[in-house]
Antibody
C-alpha cells in the first residue's frame, strides 16, 4: 500500500525558513518522480516543485529561487526547503507521487501539512 | 504559465449527468494527451479519477468519463450521487518546466 506522510509544517514569520519532509513507502521510491503541491486558503491546487528520479528538479515560477526540492533515496524521503517565506506561501502542502503513465500524472497524495506565514 | 480554465461551479440532481470543462492552449491541453482529473473533498487528499485524457484507474466507477477536443478537455459524471459532491480539478503537462498545470477547480454540487 502506498503511503505518503507529510510533516514539518507550522507557523513561521515572513522572511523565515521551513523544511517539509515526506516519508514514502509501498512503492519503488528511487525510480519515481515526486512533487509538492499546495492549496492556499480558499484557493485551488498549485504545483510547487518536482524532484525526478535521479534528483533533477523543477519548480514553479512563484517559488523559483526560494524553494528547493530534494530527495534522499536511502531513506525514501522527499524534502522541500522553503526560504524567504511570504504571506502568500500560506497553504496546505501535499507530498505527491507521480504515476507511470503518459505525462506521469500524480496518482497518490499525502494528507498535507499546513504552513502558515504570519507575524 | 496560466492555470487551465474551469467553471467555478457546476450542479445537478441525483441521477442526472453533469459535464465540467477544462480549457487550455496548444501548449498544454491541446498539445499532449496527458490530461488528468482529480476529485478533492475538503480536508482530504485529492484522488486521481482520470489519466491520459480518458483512462480510469482501478476502482474508479465508470460513471466518471472524460474526453478531449482541441484545447478543451471535459469530465462527465453520470448518474450523479450525493457522494460526488466535491471539488474537481483538471491537470495537464505543459512541458518539462511545467510538468503539472492545474485548472482552477470546479465545485460540484448535487442538488
Amino acid at each position: 500500500e502506498v503511503q505518503l506522510l507529510d510533516s514539518g509544517g507550522g507557523l513561521v514569520q515572513p522572511g523565515g525558513s521551513l523544511r517539509l519532509s515526506c516519508a514514502a513507502s509501498g512503492f519503488n521510491f528511487r525510480g519515481t518522480a515526486m512533487s509538492w503541491v499546495r492549496q492556499a486558503p480558499g484557493k485551488g491546487l498549485e504545483w510547487v516543485s518536482i524532484v525526478h528520479a535521479g534528483g533533477g528538479t523543477n519548480c514553479a515560477d512563484s517559488v523559483e529561487g526560494r524553494f528547493t526540492g530534494s530527495r534522499d533515496d536511502s531513506k525514501n524521503t522527499l524534502n522541500l526547503q522553503m526560504n524567504s517565506l511570504r504571506a502568500e506561501d500560506t497553504a496546505i502542502y501535499y507530498c505527491a507521487k507521480h504515476g507511470p503513465w503518459g505525462g506521469f500524472p500524480i496518482d497518490y497524495w499525502g494528507q498535507g501539512t499546513l504552513v502558515t506565514v504570519s507575524s | 504559465q496560466s492555470a487551465l480554465t474551469q467553471p467555478p461551479s457546476a450542479s445537478g440532481s441525483p441521477g442526472q449527468s453533469v459535464t465540467i470543462s477544462c480549457t487550455g492552449t496548444s501548449g498544454d491541453v491541446g498539445g499532449y494527451n496527458y490530461v488528468s482529473w482529480y476529485q478533492h473533498y475538503p480536508g482530504k487528499a485529492p484522488k486521481l479519477i482520470i489519466f491520459e485524457v480518458t483512462h480510469r484507474p482501478s476502482g474508479v466507477p465508470d460513471r466518471f468519463s472524460a474526453s478531449k477536443s482541441g484545447n478543451t478537455a471535459s469530465l462527465t459524471v453520470s448518474g450523479l450521487q450525493a457522494e460526488d459532491e466535491a471539488d474537481y480539478y483538471c491537470t495537464s503537462s505543459a512541458g518539462s518546466h511545467q510538468p503539472v498545470l492545474f485548472g482552477g477547480g470546479t465545485k460540484l454540487t448535487v442538488l
